[in-house]
């Protein structure tokens, strides 16, 4: 339990007592309170140190921890929902102030390049962002490095080779649904299954978009992939039709499944599949992933490369051979013509 003694001084021992600690030197300085209450309250803190030794260090420790604890003035950049999604008109008319990052920065800088004004040079983007012009030459030699800009003879900087393929592929992603809509409809009209856009991205097979099966009895999901061991028309005409390397590369990393007793689970006898899929210009597959079903799937080309198929699945007991005849017919042709849609998007 800690006693606390108050002793309340004398006018005469806080005269000694400060003319001791140098205190009586503070008389001299205008007063705003009366002297009496400062005599006394200097008096008490006197008696508190001759008390208490430490008492100077915690009034010290203490003093330090409540301007530690004050808070400091800070700007915060309140962002709008949006603000960083700019049209091109105005992408880059943005303050170097509402910048957030390094990334972007070198964002604006590239969408700085238009129709309008395709070369500008580092003293024209120094003024437009307001930057020194040591650090607008640090943003262009990061964009120079991975060829997204290149500088001309006189000394402009304009875009450069790795936009082109990063173009493409843009524009292919956003053209491949468009330009597959139109026959997937038809399809889907014509015979009431499901169709289906899929995409291979290394070894794994993305669905990009899909038709609903219009009969009582459908085939809701299709599972198609190729590791680790394809089995779908969609996973054989992919491996089937992808490069060289890639196949074989793919093929190492293989683990024979069996889905159902229809699958096949040799290496051997599926790169000969795989040929005469190749032969053929299509695949099919019959109860070799899921039981009772019947797929078929076509390649889709772009620049010369099999990286998506059109492919359907349904019910075994509906596709009877006149109507696996059709299906795989208007499958074959709708890929073809979805493939020269493609075609005229190249540039």
Request: aromatic content about 6%.
């Amino acid at each position: 339990m800690e006693l606390s003694v108050i002793i309340t001084p004398s006018p005469i021992m806080v005269e000694h007592v400060s003319q001791l600690t140098g205190f009586h030197n503070l008389r001299k300085k205008p007063a705003v309170r009366s002297r009496a209450r400062t005599h006394h309250q200097q008096g008490n803190r006197i008696v508190r140190e001759m008390t208490d030794p430490n008492q100077d260090t915690k009034t010290k420790q203490a003093t330090k921890a409540r301007q530690e604890a004050k808070p400091t003035a800070r700007t915060v950049t309140k962002s709008r929902p949006g603000a960083r999604l700019k049209s091109d008109a105005n992408a880059s008319d943005t303050p170097i102030g509402a910048a957030n990052s390094t990334a972007d920065r070198a964002i604006d800088i590239m969408l700085l390049f238009s129709d309008d004004k395709a070369v500008w040079s580092a003293a024209e983007i120094a003024a437009h962002f307001r930057m020194p012009r040591s650090t607008t030459y640090r943003y262009l030699n990061s964009l120079r490095s991975y060829a997204l800009i290149v500088e001309d003879d006189r000394g402009g900087y304009c875009l450069g080779p790795r936009i082109f393929p990063l173009a493409r592929v843009a524009k292919a992603n956003m053209s491949i649904l468009q330009i597959a809509a139109p026959q997937l409809r038809s399809l889907s009209e014509q015979f009431g299954e499901m169709f289906v856009i899929h995409e291979r991205v290394g070894s794994e097979i993305i669905a990009l978009d899909r038709t609903q099966c219009t009969h009582r009895v459908s085939v809701t999901s299709t599972r198609s992939h190729i590791l680790p061991w394809p089995a779908t028309g969609s996973a054989k005409v992919l491996l089937g039709f992808a490069p060289a390397a890639e196949r074989q590369a793919i093929i190492g990393m293989l683990q024979p499944t069996a889905y159902t007793r229809r699958t096949l689970v040799d290496v051997k006898t599926l790169e000969k599949t795989l040929d005469d899929i190749v032969k053929a210009g299509y695949a099919t597959t019959e109860e070799e992933r899921d039981e009772g079903v019947w797929g078929v799937a076509a390649p889709i080309f772009v620049r010369h490369s099999a990286r998506y198929c059109l492919a359907m699945a349904a019910p075994r007991f509906r596709m009877d051979k006149m109507r696996i005849a059709a299906v795989t017919s208007a499958i074959r042709n709708a890929a073809r013509k979805i493939t020269a849609g493609l075609a005229e998007t190249e540039f």
